[in-house]
């Protein structure tokens, strides 16, 4: 069972371009979750969608900043018009459809590293 | 709003020690508690959890934390570290609000020096 992909891994781009980054969920689980890590800080929550909707989105910077799930295809985190503070790592996880306590466990991927130059 | 507070930002100890991490929480109720490792440019391992029950709980790597209501705590320890424990430490809390929102403490960065 493949765990959390997350790609690309790392990415680098210009200020004022758009960065793009993707998230398969583990197999069977139909929920996603994403976090930024900042440099020196732990993770910080961003949003929370199940297929085809956001469930939670108060961690999201109010502009710039959308994400999706759609019925088909990975989870894209999108950031248009990226700024040098946008740098961080950016986690995806995901978690069972499932009720009771196994769906509170989430699992994590490798991450993105975005630099913005 | 809940807060996660890992009150040591660096540890050192020597191989074959023990270690203790300290995680203290803010929430009304208890929540569900967790600690994850991440190793330098990786992402996130889940060692342990606790949702109820035993108020200690063992997890992979030799790890176990014990949860103290009475302290709002949940510390991480192992009776003897290995070099390969070098890593940062994350204490975190479900927000069961919105149903899955992860609240992070900062982190502790352990070194282990042999």
């Known amino acids: 069972n493949a765990g959390v992909m997350q790609n690309p891994r790392h990415l680098v781009r210009r200020r004022g371009q758009e960065a793009r980054l993707r998230c398969s969920p583990m197999k069977g689980h139909s929920h996603v979750y994403w976090y930024r890590q900042l440099p020196e800080e732990g993770l910080k929550f961003m949003v929370y969608?199940?297929?085809?909707?956001?469930?939670?989105e108060s961690g999201m910077p109010k502009e710039r900043f959308s994400a999706e799930f759609p019925k088909e295809g990975p989870s894209i985190l999108r950031i248009q018009q990226v700024v040098r503070g946008d740098s961080a790592a950016y986690f995806c996880?995901?978690?069972?459809?499932?009720?009771?306590?196994?769906?509170?466990?989430?699992?994590f991927g490798p991450g993105t590293r975005l630099t913005v130059t | 709003a809940q807060s996660v507070t890992q009150p040591d930002i660096h540890i050192t100890v020597s191989e074959g020690a023990s270690l203790e991490l300290r995680c203290n929480y803010s929430y009304g109720a208890t929540p569900y508690l967790f600690w994850y490792v991440q190793s330098p440019g990786q992402g996130l391992q889940l060692l342990l959890k606790?949702?109820?029950?035993?108020?200690l709980v063992q997890g992979i790597k030799g790890f176990e934390a014990e949860f103290k209501r009475s302290q709002s705590s949940f510390n991480l320890r192992k009776p003897s570290v290995h070099w390969s424990d070098a890593a940062e430490y994350f204490c975190a809390v479900d927000n069961m609000e919105y149903g899955n929102k992860l609240v992070f403490g900062a982190g502790t960065i352990l070194r282990v020096k042999s």
């Open positions: 996880a995901s978690s069972p459809h499932s009720l009771g306590v196994g769906s509170y466990e989430q699992y």
């Open positions: 606790y949702f109820s029950g035993d108020t």
């Open positions: 969608l199940q297929k085809e909707n956001i469930i939670d």
